[in-house]
C-alpha cells in the first residue's frame, strides 16, 4: 500500500518538475493577461494612465458602433469562404498525392512551397500580382479575354482578393491529410474493394470517417487563424478601401495602438475570445458524432 | 481456402486496374496544372527580382528578365540596412526556437511519462490555450512587458517561447508515449536520473519530432509580424517582416517592386534551406506524432 502511494506521489512530483515551465508560463502569460483584460474591458483606459472604472460602457459602445459591426461582417465573410475551400483543396490535393503517381514527391513539395512564403513576404508578393496596371492577375484573365478590377482598390473585389491569396496556402493542410491518409488502413479500403465498392463509396464510407480527427482538427485551427487575420490588413490595404478589409483584429490593434483606447480594445479582445470558444464549443459538439476516433470516443 | 485466392487475380482487382488509368491520367493532369499555378507566382517573384526598375513596370510582365539585375542583391543591403533586419529576425529566431525546443520537450516529457495527480486536466487546459487568440491577451502582456521596461528589446520576443507552447507540447507528448516503457525501466535499474533520461534516452529517439518543433518555432516567429510591431519602435531593432512591411508605405510614390521582391526571395532562404536540411524528419514527424 505505502509503496503504491509514494510511487504516485512520486510520479506527481517528476509530472509537476517537468511541467512547470508552462505552468509559471500560462499563468504569467496567459491567465493573468486573460483575467486583466476582462478588468481593463470595463475601464476607460490609455495604457499610459492608469484604468477608470466605466462598466459596461466599452460593450454597449461597441454595439452601436459601425466599424465594430463592418469589421464582424468582414471576418465572417472571409472566414465562411476561405476555410471550407482551403480544406477542401488541402484534402483534394491530399488524395491526388497519396496514389502512387509520376512525380509525386515533386508535386508534394511544389504544393506545400508557397506555405513556406512568410506572411509579410507573401502579401508583398501578392499586391503586385493584383496590381490593376502590371500586375500578373489581371495580365492572366486577360488571356481569356477578361478585363480583370483594380482588386485591391475596389471595395467590392478587396476582400475577394485576400481570399484567393489565401487559398494559395492549401498545401500546408495538404500535409496534415497526407499524414492522416497514411493512418487509413489498406487492408479495410482492399476489403471493400472487394465487396465491389466504388472509389466513391470507398471515400465516403471509410477514407472519410478514418481521417475525420484532422479534418476536424483543421477546420477549428482554421477558424480561429482566420479570425486573426492581421498581416494582410496591415501590410496590403490598412483595411480599406472604404473599410472592405476592416478585419476584427486590425480594428482591435487599431483602438489599442492608434487610438489609445486599451480599455475599450479589450472588450472587443473578450468577445473575440467568447466567439472562438462559442465556435469550438459548437463544432466539438456537431461533430461528436461523425468523428471517429481509434479506440472509442475519447478525447 | 486456396481456391479462393486462386481466383482472385481473376476477380475484381482485375476489373480495377483497367479502371485506375484514366483517373490517373486526369489526376496527372489536375496535379500539373495546379502546380502550375501554384509555383507560378513564386516564379515571378524570383524573377521581379532580378529585373531592372524601368523593366519591372513593363506591362505586360516579362517571364523573364531582359538583363539580368543582379545588383538588385546587393543594393537592398545599401538602401534598407537589410542585413540588420535579417540579423535580428536570425536572433530572435534563434532563440526562440532554442527556447520552445527545450521548454516544450521537458514539458512534453512530463504530460507523456508520468501518471501524476491532475495530469489529465492539466493537458485539457493546455489543449484549450491552443484556441486562445493572441489578441486576446496581447494588451495586458504589453503592459505587462512596459512596467518590465521590455519595449523596444527583444525579450519580449524571446522569453515567452522558453515557458513552452501549447501547440508543440501537444506534438511532442504524443510523440514522448509512443517510446516503449522498458528502455526507461532499463535506465531506472542502471540508475538513471529522471532527467537524465530525458536528454539520453527520450531526446535522442525524438529527433523526427523534435526538427519538426524546431521548423515550426522557426517558421513562427520568422514570420510574426504583430508581436514585433507592438514591442519594437526604433528601426535598427526591426524584424525581417516589419521593415519589409514599412517598404509599402507612402515614402515610395511608385512601390520599388523589383526590391520588395528581392525582399521576399531572401526572406524565404532560411526557411527553403531549413525545410531542405530536414523534410525527411519533418514530414516524418508530422506522420509519427500524427496530428489526431
Not at chain 1, 459602445?61 to 463592418?70: A, K, T, Y
Not at chain 1, 496590403?236 to 472592405?244: E, I, L, R
Not at chain 2, 538583363?67 to 536572433?91: P, V
Given at each position: 500500500m505505502s509503496v503504491i502511494k509514494s510511487e504516485s506521489r512520486r510520479q506527481t512530483f517528476y509530472m509537476y518538475l517537468f511541467i512547470s515551465p508552462w505552468l509559471i508560463g500560462f499563468l504569467i502569460f496567459a491567465l493573468y493577461p486573460i483575467l486583466s483584460s476582462l478588468y481593463y474591458s470595463f475601464t476607460d483606459y490609455d495604457i499610459i494612465h492608469p484604468p477608470k472604472f466605466i462598466g459596461l460602457a466599452n460593450y454597449t459602445e461597441m454595439f452601436h458602433n459601425e466599424l465594430f459591426w463592418r469589421s464582424v461582417k468582414v471576418t465572417l465573410r472571409y472566414t465562411f469562404i476561405s476555410v471550407p475551400v482551403q480544406l477542401l483543396l488541402g484534402l483534394g490535393f491530399a488524395l491526388l498525392l497519396?496514389?502512387?503517381?509520376?512525380?509525386r514527391g515533386f508535386f508534394r513539395t511544389a504544393m506545400y512551397?508557397?506555405?513556406?512564403?512568410?506572411g509579410v513576404a507573401m502579401s508583398l508578393l501578392w499586391y503586385w500580382i493584383f496590381n490593376?496596371?502590371?500586375?500578373?492577375f489581371n495580365y492572366m484573365l486577360s488571356w481569356f479575354g477578361i478585363h480583370g478590377p483594380a482588386w485591391l482598390m475596389n471595395p467590392d473585389t478587396a476582400l475577394y482578393a485576400l481570399i484567393i491569396m489565401s487559398l494559395w496556402t492549401a498545401g500546408s493542410g495538404m500535409i496534415l491529410f497526407l499524414a492522416g491518409l497514411q493512418g487509413v488502413p489498406a487492408s479495410l479500403i482492399e476489403a471493400a474493394n472487394l465487396d465491389g465498392a466504388g472509389r466513391f463509396r470507398i471515400f465516403l464510407n471509410i477514407t472519410l470517417p478514418m481521417i475525420s480527427p484532422v479534418l476536424l482538427f483543421q477546420l477549428i485551427m482554421g477558424l480561429i487563424d482566420s479570425f486573426q487575420v492581421f498581416t494582410q490588413a496591415f501590410v496590403m490595404t490598412q483595411g480599406g478601401p472604404?473599410?472592405?478589409?476592416?478585419?476584427y483584429v486590425y480594428n482591435l490593434y487599431t483602438s489599442a495602438f492608434?487610438?489609445?483606447?486599451a480599455g475599450y480594445s479589450s472588450a472587443l479582445a473578450w468577445v473575440l475570445l467568447i466567439v472562438v470558444m462559442l465556435f469550438t464549443a459548437v463544432i466539438m459538439r456537431l461533430s461528436r458524432r461523425y468523428v471517429h476516433y481509434e479506440g472509442g470516443n475519447r478525447r | 481456402m486456396s481456391t479462393v485466392k486462386a481466383t482472385r487475380p481473376l476477380g475484381p482487382p482485375s476489373r480495377l486496374h483497367r479502371r485506375i488509368k484514366p483517373v490517373k491520367i486526369a489526376s496527372f493532369t489536375a496535379l500539373l496544372l495546379t502546380t502550375f499555378l501554384m509555383l507560378l507566382p513564386l516564379f515571378f517573384m524570383v524573377s521581379t527580382s532580378l529585373k531592372s526598375k524601368r523593366e519591372m513596370?513593363?506591362?505586360?510582365?516579362?517571364?523573364?528578365?531582359?538583363?539580368?539585375?543582379?545588383s538588385n542583391y546587393t543594393d537592398i543591403f545599401d538602401t534598407l540596412q537589410f542585413g540588420t533586419l535579417y540579423k535580428n529576425s536570425l536572433i530572435i529566431a534563434g532563440f526562440s526556437v532554442f527556447g520552445t525546443l527545450l521548454s516544450s520537450a521537458l514539458v512534453a516529457y512530463g504530460f507523456a511519462r508520468y501518471r501524476g495527480r491532475g495530469n489529465s486536466f492539466w493537458f485539457i487546459l493546455l489543449l484549450s490555450?491552443?484556441?486562445?487568440?493572441?489578441p486576446a491577451i496581447m494588451i495586458p502582456q504589453f503592459v505587462l512587458f512596459s512596467q518590465m521596461q521590455?519595449?523596444?528589446?527583444?525579450l519580449p520576443l524571446i522569453v515567452p517561447a522558453f515557458f513552452g507552447s501549447a501547440y508543440n507540447i501537444f506534438l511532442l507528448r504524443q510523440f514522448f508515449s509512443t517510446l516503449p516503457e522498458e528502455l526507461f525501466d532499463a535506465g531506472r535499474i542502471d540508475g538513471c536520473g529522471e532527467l537524465r533520461m530525458w536528454r539520453t534516452i527520450a531526446l535522442p529517439l525524438s529527433a523526427p519530432a523534435l526538427a519538426t518543433v524546431a521548423i515550426f518555432a522557426f517558421i513562427y516567429s520568422w514570420n510574426d509580424l504583430l508581436t514585433p510591431v507592438l514591442y519594437l519602435s526604433s528601426s535598427d531593432k526591426f524584424t525581417l517582416p516589419v521593415g519589409m512591411a514599412s517598404l509599402?508605405?507612402?515614402?515610395?510614390?511608385?512601390?520599388?517592386w523589383h526590391l520588395l521582391m528581392v525582399a521576399s526571395v531572401l526572406a524565404m532562404v532560411p526557411i527553403v534551406t531549413l525545410f531542405a536540411i530536414a523534410q525527411k524528419q519533418f514530414v516524418e514527424g508530422i506522420v509519427l506524432t500524427g496530428i489526431k
Amino acid at each position: 500500500m505505502s509503496v503504491i502511494k509514494s510511487e504516485s506521489r512520486r510520479q506527481t512530483f517528476y509530472m509537476y518538475l517537468f511541467i512547470s515551465p508552462w505552468l509559471i508560463g500560462f499563468l504569467i502569460f496567459a491567465l493573468y493577461p486573460i483575467l486583466s483584460s476582462l478588468y481593463y474591458s470595463f475601464t476607460d483606459y490609455d495604457i499610459i494612465h492608469p484604468p477608470k472604472f466605466i462598466g459596461l460602457a466599452n460593450y454597449t459602445e461597441m454595439f452601436h458602433n459601425e466599424l465594430f459591426w463592418r469589421s464582424v461582417k468582414v471576418t465572417l465573410r472571409y472566414t465562411f469562404i476561405s476555410v471550407p475551400v482551403q480544406l477542401l483543396l488541402g484534402l483534394g490535393f491530399a488524395l491526388l498525392l497519396h496514389q502512387t503517381i509520376p512525380w509525386r514527391g515533386f508535386f508534394r513539395t511544389a504544393m506545400y512551397f508557397p506555405s513556406m512564403v512568410s506572411g509579410v513576404a507573401m502579401s508583398l508578393l501578392w499586391y503586385w500580382i493584383f496590381n490593376p496596371q502590371i500586375g500578373l492577375f489581371n495580365y492572366m484573365l486577360s488571356w481569356f479575354g477578361i478585363h480583370g478590377p483594380a482588386w485591391l482598390m475596389n471595395p467590392d473585389t478587396a476582400l475577394y482578393a485576400l481570399i484567393i491569396m489565401s487559398l494559395w496556402t492549401a498545401g500546408s493542410g495538404m500535409i496534415l491529410f497526407l499524414a492522416g491518409l497514411q493512418g487509413v488502413p489498406a487492408s479495410l479500403i482492399e476489403a471493400a474493394n472487394l465487396d465491389g465498392a466504388g472509389r466513391f463509396r470507398i471515400f465516403l464510407n471509410i477514407t472519410l470517417p478514418m481521417i475525420s480527427p484532422v479534418l476536424l482538427f483543421q477546420l477549428i485551427m482554421g477558424l480561429i487563424d482566420s479570425f486573426q487575420v492581421f498581416t494582410q490588413a496591415f501590410v496590403m490595404t490598412q483595411g480599406g478601401p472604404n473599410y472592405s478589409t476592416w478585419f476584427y483584429v486590425y480594428n482591435l490593434y487599431t483602438s489599442a495602438f492608434k487610438e489609445y483606447r486599451a480599455g475599450y480594445s479589450s472588450a472587443l479582445a473578450w468577445v473575440l475570445l467568447i466567439v472562438v470558444m462559442l465556435f469550438t464549443a459548437v463544432i466539438m459538439r456537431l461533430s461528436r458524432r461523425y468523428v471517429h476516433y481509434e479506440g472509442g470516443n475519447r478525447r | 481456402m486456396s481456391t479462393v485466392k486462386a481466383t482472385r487475380p481473376l476477380g475484381p482487382p482485375s476489373r480495377l486496374h483497367r479502371r485506375i488509368k484514366p483517373v490517373k491520367i486526369a489526376s496527372f493532369t489536375a496535379l500539373l496544372l495546379t502546380t502550375f499555378l501554384m509555383l507560378l507566382p513564386l516564379f515571378f517573384m524570383v524573377s521581379t527580382s532580378l529585373k531592372s526598375k524601368r523593366e519591372m513596370l513593363r506591362f505586360p510582365p516579362t517571364f523573364l528578365p531582359e538583363s539580368w539585375a543582379w545588383s538588385n542583391y546587393t543594393d537592398i543591403f545599401d538602401t534598407l540596412q537589410f542585413g540588420t533586419l535579417y540579423k535580428n529576425s536570425l536572433i530572435i529566431a534563434g532563440f526562440s526556437v532554442f527556447g520552445t525546443l527545450l521548454s516544450s520537450a521537458l514539458v512534453a516529457y512530463g504530460f507523456a511519462r508520468y501518471r501524476g495527480r491532475g495530469n489529465s486536466f492539466w493537458f485539457i487546459l493546455l489543449l484549450s490555450t491552443m484556441m486562445l487568440p493572441y489578441p486576446a491577451i496581447m494588451i495586458p502582456q504589453f503592459v505587462l512587458f512596459s512596467q518590465m521596461q521590455w519595449i523596444d528589446t527583444f525579450l519580449p520576443l524571446i522569453v515567452p517561447a522558453f515557458f513552452g507552447s501549447a501547440y508543440n507540447i501537444f506534438l511532442l507528448r504524443q510523440f514522448f508515449s509512443t517510446l516503449p516503457e522498458e528502455l526507461f525501466d532499463a535506465g531506472r535499474i542502471d540508475g538513471c536520473g529522471e532527467l537524465r533520461m530525458w536528454r539520453t534516452i527520450a531526446l535522442p529517439l525524438s529527433a523526427p519530432a523534435l526538427a519538426t518543433v524546431a521548423i515550426f518555432a522557426f517558421i513562427y516567429s520568422w514570420n510574426d509580424l504583430l508581436t514585433p510591431v507592438l514591442y519594437l519602435s526604433s528601426s535598427d531593432k526591426f524584424t525581417l517582416p516589419v521593415g519589409m512591411a514599412s517598404l509599402t508605405s507612402s515614402r515610395f510614390r511608385i512601390p520599388p517592386w523589383h526590391l520588395l521582391m528581392v525582399a521576399s526571395v531572401l526572406a524565404m532562404v532560411p526557411i527553403v534551406t531549413l525545410f531542405a536540411i530536414a523534410q525527411k524528419q519533418f514530414v516524418e514527424g508530422i506522420v509519427l506524432t500524427g496530428i489526431k
